[in-house]
């Protein structure tokens, strides 16, 4: 796997992840800062960090999205590439044109940080292909916009074509307005791209990697990563 | 120069904090609001003194950054 | 973004500055014996730009003039520790090369005035601290307290405090792993905010504020100057009364995302080796930081404000001096290595400028457009600040209730679902469920029990931490308050598993003026010597809030103890939840 | 009846949302704009017919939770 990490400025969680990615691949990734115009040659997969991007000023990540490298990430998944989001990695893909619709204020108009459940919906796709449908894994969470919304018209393209990967539900794997934590139409966690290739989410799965913190619920998402790539 | 951009939601998107400041006015006591929608202003300050210019400059701010032209609308006002 | 060069805003004349009358001298915090003391010092009548100058320096938030006396009896050593009071924050070592850095520190009236910014600065503020000495923040902890719930303007203190505790933290990206908060009439004109950061370093990295050398060139980074919170540290040390809803303006915003990219730059810089001194503006900005590097290093200072960043047109030389806008830096880079320094400000995208220069003269000479606006001595304005040894009284031991004498006015059952209900012991998951408690990825012990846990890098050792004071005891007596306040602390610490090793502290106190109060304050900062001394646990940073009162009612004596302690196995600490069904229950101990 | 309120930031207060748009827009190639203050509007259904009482609403609605006087002025305009 040759994994590669955008730095912007106000990105927080670039070494979670990075740490998560090289405990599951056993390879360091690459650390892009934002301001470059290309990614490190071979780079097979592009990681959008957790973070407050440019203070989250104006929008959630609004202006990275706008940011130099972005063409490249752009051009990147233009060729099927593989690009993960999380938490303010998925509020860049939704501004920046590679996924659809917008993460807003949480309903609870509060920042919310803790443990939820998260019903995995589909197992056939590169992100999740070492969880089984169905399956229920336990993530930490820590936003305070990730209320997912979007047009009728789209999200009834994301569910008639599986595009949800992930839905809060309570532990039993159940969805129910309780469990939608944020307000999310239809408990929307994780989507993907119409390509499949593309994945956007809000929790945080690289928290989640190691046995004596919290849990290693989020570690099958990076091992499926690599499996993946390593497959292809 | 002087000018202002409003930036507000259109018709039809879902303003969740629009929605929480509806609930959170009745708890306070505050009476007779019906709606809440929330927008933004960006009140900015230009250099030049062509109007014209002006105009194209703030009208690329905003198609390229300060409105997400997905759910937003804008409105360009040179005071 | 492009880096914002600095900009100097051309500005030919120079206001003519207000003529110094008492009125003037008081309205800047300072008696008239202690201006007397500055006509002594300089020998001459000051400027306004020094009158502000002095009235930073000296007043008590920065000079600790009721409280240094006192302090001075607190055990600061070990063989672990590599820092005590003194510096930015305190600096012990945890083994393996690395030190563990932190303090506390407390933003109360700021928060009383504009709850969610006056936190977040707060919070931005002694995260400073710690970056300062070239440490990477890995935990930050609060300990709040509010009035009564039902006081009017408890809902909007709680809840603007914490969404700004959490706002700064959050976005800085520092997980908040604990703290407490505590409900009580007392508080309900003056809520308590105090924030601690704790940090890592390499043993060999820590940085100080001490300038060393002639004619070297002093750089200032980070956001431009404006006219915030001009006369914040005066305030921050004032009694609050009807006046205090006009002193609103000079509330400080905080920007976290300017602090991250602060703390980004500072460490890089650092690691490249570019630095010889470093201080952060924190409370009386420039004035602070300009006249500890050269008093510390034995050196004059010299600084031309015209070049400083300043964000308004037309600040005075006073107003910059005195202004608090936060997440800004002050450094004496290595003369060979300034271009290479200044490529990683660009690269952060930070304001910077050379606004002065180091000098042998050992004076603190101010200059703008080239009129000299204050040239003081450097060391006095320090050394020779107030020292006040306040008189005070001790706290008169209270009757001696016998148990026979009380009857139950509730049964066990019915008091104990009483207790439950109470915001003391009821729980915290309202408020810590909005900090950002397990970013970086190392937190093992969250918040909601005894002590957090922080995984040290990847481990296998860890950091245990806590914030802990039990207020009314320190009403009853003052003495015993402190030492329990010392003792809670150090079992907090003990029953995760981990060795305390060192302590900080935040006493916050009402009027030092009047005895009574000065009897708590010496009691408290008794009883933790005793403790500390006991226990072999030396305080290596603190902070002193005074005047906490409202219409002269004080709050409770309320010393702050937060606490650091090591495991070499983070895996091997323990939570409060029961781990089995069967499994035994202790009582250790009387 | 429906009114707009526009709250933004007194002057001198920072305003880092503005500040990190100025760079944003530099970056993009948008020129001429020199400074950028961004402020909030929330426009506001209201019920009743009176005017007096609207505005009287409209005002609590400010003070007690739509703007932050500290730092922040207000103005309501009934449309
Ligand atoms: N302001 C706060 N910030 C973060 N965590 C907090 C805060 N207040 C309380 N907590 C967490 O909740 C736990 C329980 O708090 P508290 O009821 O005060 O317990 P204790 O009396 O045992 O200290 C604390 O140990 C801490 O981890």
Redesign the interface.
């Known amino acids: 796997m040759k994994a590669a990490v955008i730095v912007f ?2 990105s ?2 670039e ?2 992840i990075a ?2 990615l090289e405990l599951t691949s056993g390879v360091k990734p690459a650390m892009v800062w934002h301001g470059d115009s290309a990614l490190p040659a071979g780079t097979d997969l592009v990681v959008l960090p ?3 991007s ?6 959630c990540g ?2 990275a999205a ?1 940011a ?1 490298i972005m063409d490249a990430v752009r051009a990147h998944a233009a060729k099927g590439g593989l690009v993960l989001g999380v938490c303010n990695g998925f509020q860049i893909l939704c ?1 920046a044109g590679l996924l659809p619709g ?1 993460l ?11 443990n939820v459940h998260l019903r995995v919906e589909r197992s056939n796709t590169p992100f999740t292909r070492r969880y089984n449908a169905g399956a229920v894994i336990e993530v ?1 969470v ?1 936003h ?1 916009e990730g ?1 997912y ?1 979007a ?1 009728d018209e789209t999200l009834k393209r994301l569910e008639a074509e599986g595009r949800v990967l992930f839905r809060y539900s309570d532990a039993a794997g159940t969805v129910s307005q309780s469990s939608n934590i944020n ?1 999310a139409m239809n408990a929307i966690a994780g989507i993907v791209s119409d390509n499949g290739r593309v994945l956007g989410m809000m929790p ?1 799965p ?2 989640h ?2 046995p ?3 849990s290693t619920d989020g570690r099958a998402l990076f091992e499926s990563l690599a499996e993946a790539l390593e497959t292809a | 120069m002087k000018a202002r951009v409003t930036v507000t939601l259109k018709t039809g998107v879902l303003d969740p904090q629009g929605k929480a400041i509806e609930g959170a006015l009745k708890s306070l006591g505050v009476d007779g609001i019906d709606s809440v929608r929330q927008g933004k202003v960006f009140d900015l300050e230009l250099g030049g003194a062509d109007k014209a210019a002006a105009e194209a400059a703030i009208k690329a701010a905003c198609d390229k950054l300060l409105a997400n032209t997905v759910v937003e609308n804008y409105r360009i006002e040179i005071l | 973004m492009n880096p914002n060069e600095p900009k100097i805003i051309p500005e030919p004349k120079n206001l003519p500055e207000p003529k110094i009358t008492p009125e003037l001298v008081a309205s800047h915090g300072l008696k008239p014996e202690e201006y007397q003391r500055i006509l002594t010092l300089i020998g001459r009548e000051p400027t306004f730009t020094e009158l502000g100058i002095f009235s930073a320096m000296w007043n008590e938030h920065c000079s600790y003039k009721s409280s240094r006396l006192h302090l001075k009896t607190l055990p600061t050593k070990a063989p672990w520790v590599i820092q005590g009071p003194g510096e930015n924050a305190g600096v012990i070592d945890i083994g393996d090369g690395l030190a563990a850095v932190f303090k506390m520190e407390s933003h109360n009236h700021p928060s009383y005035i504009e709850p969610y910014q006056g936190a977040g600065t707060g919070v931005g503020g002694i995260l400073r601290d710690v970056f300062t000495m070239g440490a990477r923040p890995i935990a930050a902890l609060n300990a709040l307290r509010f009035g009564d719930p039902d006081h009017p303007k408890t809902r909007h203190l709680v809840s603007g405090v914490v969404a700004g505790v959490g706002g700064y933290g959050n976005s800085f990206g520092v997980p908040t792993v604990g703290g407490l908060v505590g409900f009580h009439t007392r508080y309900d004109g003056n809520c308590l905010v105090n924030a601690m950061a704790v940090g890592l370093a390499r043993t060999d990295g820590i940085f100080y504020a001490k300038a060393t050398g002639v004619g070297m060139p002093i750089v200032y980074l980070g956001s431009k100057t404006g006219r915030d919170g001009i006369h914040g540290a005066t305030m921050a040390s004032a009694e609050f009364g009807e006046g205090a809803e006009e002193k609103r303006p000079t509330v400080q915003v905080g920007d976290p995302f300017a602090e991250k990219l602060l703390l980004e730059a500072c460490l890089e810089i650092m690691a490249s080796d570019c630095v010889n001194a470093i201080q952060d503006m924190g409370a009386a900005g420039l004035t602070c930081s300009a006249v500890e590097m050269g008093a510390k290093g034995d050196l004059g200072v010299e600084l031309h404000l015209e070049n400083v960043p300043t964000r308004e047109a037309g600040m005075t030389a006073y107003e910059m001096m005195l202004s608090e806008s936060q997440e800004r830096m002050l450094m004496v880079l290595k003369p060979e290595k300034e271009e290479e320094a200044k490529a990683i400000f660009r690269k952060w995208g930070l304001d910077f400028a050379v606004i002065g220069h180091t000098t042998d003269t050992l004076r603190f000479v101010v200059k703008h457009h080239g009129e000299v606006k204050a040239d003081l001595p450097i060391k006095e304005l320090g050394d020779e600040a107030p020292l006040y040894d306040r008189p005070h009284v001790p706290t008169a031991p209270l009757a001696v209730i016998e148990p026979e004498s009380i009857t139950p006015p509730l049964s066990n059952g019915a008091a104990l679902v009483k207790l439950l209900g109470m915001p003391d012991l009821a729980s915290k998951r309202w408020v810590y469920e909005q900090y950002d408690s397990i970013i970086l990825g190392n937190t093992v012990q969250r918040p909601g029990g005894d002590a957090a846990v922080v995984r040290v890098e990847h481990g296998p050792k860890g950091l245990a931490m806590t914030a802990d004071v039990t207020p009314r005891y320190c009403e009853a007596d003052p003495f015993e308050g402190g030492k329990q306040a010392v003792a809670e602390a150090y079992r907090n610490i003990s029953a995760v598993g981990a060795t305390p090793l060192a302590v900080t502290d935040n006493l916050n106190f009402g009027n030092p003026e009047r005895p009574e109060i000065m009897g708590q304050l010496v009691g408290c900062i008794r009883g933790i010597g005793e403790a500390c001394r006991a226990l072999d646990f030396p305080v290596v940073s603190g902070n002193v809030s005074l005047y906490n009162e409202t219409f002269g009612r004080a709050i409770l004596p309320t010393p702050t103890i937060g606490a650091v302690g090591v495991i070499d196995d983070f895996s091997r600490s323990v939570g409060i939840a029961p781990q089995a069904e069967g499994d035994e229950v202790f009582v250790l101990g009387n």
């Not at chain 1, 440019?54 to 929008?59: C, E, I, K, V």
């Not at chain 1, 807003?104 to 803790?114: G, Q, T, V, Y």
Request: avoid cysteine.
């Open positions: 400025p106000g927080n969680r070494r979670d740490y998560a957790g973070g407050f440019y203070g989250d000023y104006l929008r609004a202006i706008r130099a501004e917008v807003m204020r949480n309903s609870s108009l509060k920042f919310i940080a803790r930490p820590a305070g209320n919304i047009d307000g945080h690289e928290n990697v190691d004596s913190i919290g």
